[in-house]
């Protein structure tokens, strides 16, 4: 497979994330809404760094838990207490990477919004 053929084809895995993964496309939209907020408090170039690198960690966890989430139904339909399992672990990732995020986000973002609203 070309170089070409393996950006194309992730593109399109980034393309169905966003049309058919409710969870992503909530992240996605939080990840944009925290990119004009950063514009709007002019984060300096330290805070851009974490606030990206938090994105791409809570983003590529909900691919990879959506992936393996479908690996499972495909591989076992039924119950299986293994999969269950498997699912919870890999949904936990991104729980873990989103509530990281959310402490970052706010040690970032509440002491710009403390100085707009009481520092007049």
């Known amino acids: 497979m070309r170089v070409t053929e393996s950006f194309v084809n992730a593109f399109h895995g980034l393309r169905d994330c966003i049309l058919h993964e409710k969870n992503f496309r909530i992240q996605y939209v939080v990840a944009i809404l925290m990119i004009i907020a950063g514009f709007f408090f002019n984060l300096d170039q330290t805070e851009w760094i974490l606030i990206l690198l938090c994105f791409a960690m809570v983003l590529s966890f909900e691919i990879i838990n959506s992936a393996i989430e479908k690996l ?6 039924d119950f299986n207490l293994t999969i269950k399992k498997v699912k919870d672990m890999a949904a936990s990732a991104v729980l873990l990477s989103a509530i990281i995020s959310f402490i970052i986000g706010c040690i970032i973002f509440l002491p710009k919004i403390k100085m707009l609203f009481f520092n007049k």
Request: aromatic share 0%; hydrophobic share 35%; glycine share 0%.
């Open 72 to 77: 499972c139904d495909l591989v076992c339909p």
